[in-house]
């Protein structure tokens, strides 16, 4: 079995593709630039290629698959992540991407097809406590890395039929061994005094473990070689909830921080995101993130945790590091 990986050198790309590594399968990655990480999976396992290719690119795209053996499976994990940005660039990346790469799979007959969707795709800008998968998209959406992950889940799941077989995962804060976007980010703003506790600091929120993810993926692809009915579906993939300040705060004191005291109301911090953003869209700065967005405001102070009761039941039990594995990996 020959699969592949897109965004090979991010966070759960590069632990997607170890994993698969480690249990012999051919593993290409598709990425835009190498990283050390990279480098020393090609250097040790020579059953792991790499190609160079920009996804909104289908030319790109083409001339990496015409040089490519059959490929079997392929998992997309790349996207534009983040609170801010070009939101013609989050369009580009996370919905004409993933469109280009259904159109290969579907011209060069790959039969398994696994996004990583995002809980973003179903969030608002309301407290979700333990909602499950027939939770309706919201109507209105305030950043544009979650519309354009809605758009493109959709995208998927239609996609969805005799000759490819399509899955969504939506995995909730990633924490782990390799976290390279959710505490280093929380961290730099703490160390500019930046951060605070959003509302009561009582809000619960789904996390999962890095390694969690991983094993949620590889099973999803297992039980659509085995022909069981998980195709054309979408599944929360988490462990928890937690109380997300407590948990950051054990996290910082963990590594060795002080942990986090202040506070701002979530109103004014909404407040405060709505104005950031009307003033870095009016100087067309998309390159550097506002300190405060209305997105980052709601993640911060309400509620979002998710049934996993499906993901669970159809998939398998993909959580078998637990909330101390996530806390013991910060030190």
């Not at 079995?1 to 759960?12: D, R």
């Not at 995962?169 to 703003?189: A, C, F, K, Q, Y």
């Not at 390159?287 to 998710?306: D, V």
Request: hydrophobic fraction near 40%.
């Amino acid at each position: 079995m020959s699969i592949l990986v897109t965004g090979a050198s991010g966070f759960l790309g590069s632990a997607i593709v170890t994993k698969l590594l480690e249990e012999g399968l051919f593993v290409t990655g598709l990425l835009r630039s190498d990283n050390s990480k990279i480098l020393n999976l090609k250097n040790q396992y020579p059953n792991f290629k790499t190609f160079y290719a920009d996804i909104t690119s289908l030319d790109q795209l083409e001339n990496v698959f015409k040089s490519l053996p059959p490929i079997t499976a392929l998992f997309h994990t790349a996207g534009k992540v983040g609170p801010w940005g070009s939101p013609s660039d989050y369009f580009t990346n996370n919905v004409v991407g993933t469109n280009n790469l259904l159109t290969i799979a579907k011209k060069y007959k790959i039969d398994h097809f696994i996004f990583t969707s995002s809980p973003s795709a179903i969030y608002g800008k309301d407290s979700l406590m333990g909602v499950d998968e027939t939770i309706p998209y919201p109507q209105e959406f305030i950043s544009s890395y979650a519309s354009t992950k809605h758009l493109a889940e959709k995208l998927v799941i239609a996609a969805n039929g005799q000759h490819i077989k399509t899955v969504a995962l939506r995995p909730h804060l990633i924490l782990g061994p390799g976290d390279t976007h959710l505490i280093p980010t929380l961290l730099l703003s703490h160390k500019k005094g930046r951060l605070k506790i959003v509302g009561d600091g009582e809000n619960l929120v789904d996390v999962i473990h890095i390694n969690n993810v991983v094993s949620a993926h590889l099973m999803a692809l297992s039980k659509l070689r085995q022909k069981e009915k998980i195709d054309g579906q979408v599944f929360f993939l988490g462990q928890g909830p937690v109380k997300l300040w407590p948990f950051i705060n054990q996290i910082f004191v963990n590594m060795g921080k002080e942990p986090v005291t202040k506070k701002i109301s979530a109103k004014i911090a909404y407040q405060v995101g709505h104005l950031c953003e009307k003033i870095y869209t009016l100087k067309k700065d998309f390159k550097n993130t506002p300190p405060m967005t209305r997105f980052i405001a709601k993640q911060l102070s309400t509620h979002h945790y998710f049934s996993h009761k499906k993901s669970l039941e159809y998939l398998g039990d993909y959580n078998t590091y637990s909330l101390e594995d996530i806390l013991s990996s910060y030190k």
